[in-house]
């Protein structure tokens, strides 16, 4: 009869731990590079991927980033960036790029397309990067 309790517990431990971010619902295994940001075309380079459940990393456009992201899908958190710090001329791009990612609250992929966007109408759009 223990053994039964045992098995039951050890399957209800595994299925509590299922991925329920962004990276299993098309996210993982893509290079993500951002083309608009609230309704205008980037001019600089930036992306995001999602290595593994939980974790997100990244190029600003200056410095790499990387930090955690917990959120059940559709929903989304990015929590804990850390960047290096390295100057560039693209420094003020890479703050407005920074505080949006932190400022996303939802997400959506559509095929090469993700979405993330907050409830106030802000929104990144990024492309598979082949």
């Not at 039951?8 to 329920?20: N, W």
């Not at 974790?55 to 992201?69: H, I, K, L, V, Y």
């Not at 990612?101 to 992929?109: D, P």
Request: net charge negative; aromatic share 8%.
């Amino acid at each position: 009869m223990w053994i039964l309790a045992v098995l039951i517990a050890c399957v209800g431990l595994s299925a509590c731990r299922r991925d329920e971010t962004l990276t299993a619902y098309g996210a993982a295994n893509k290079t993500w590079r951002l083309v608009e940001l609230d309704g205008a075309a980037t001019s600089y380079s930036a992306n995001l991927r999602f290595p593994e459940p939980g974790r997100m990393s990244g190029q600003a456009p200056c410095n790499s980033f990387s930090g955690r992201m917990s959120a059940p899908y559709p929903w989304f958190e990015a929590r804990e960036l850390v960047t290096a710090r390295l100057a560039c001329p693209h420094l003020q791009e890479e703050s407005a790029y920074l505080t949006a990612l932190a400022a996303m609250t939802l997400s959506e992929v559509l095929g090469d397309t993700l979405i993330l966007s907050t409830p106030e109408g802000r929104q990144m759009i990024f492309t598979a990067a082949e």
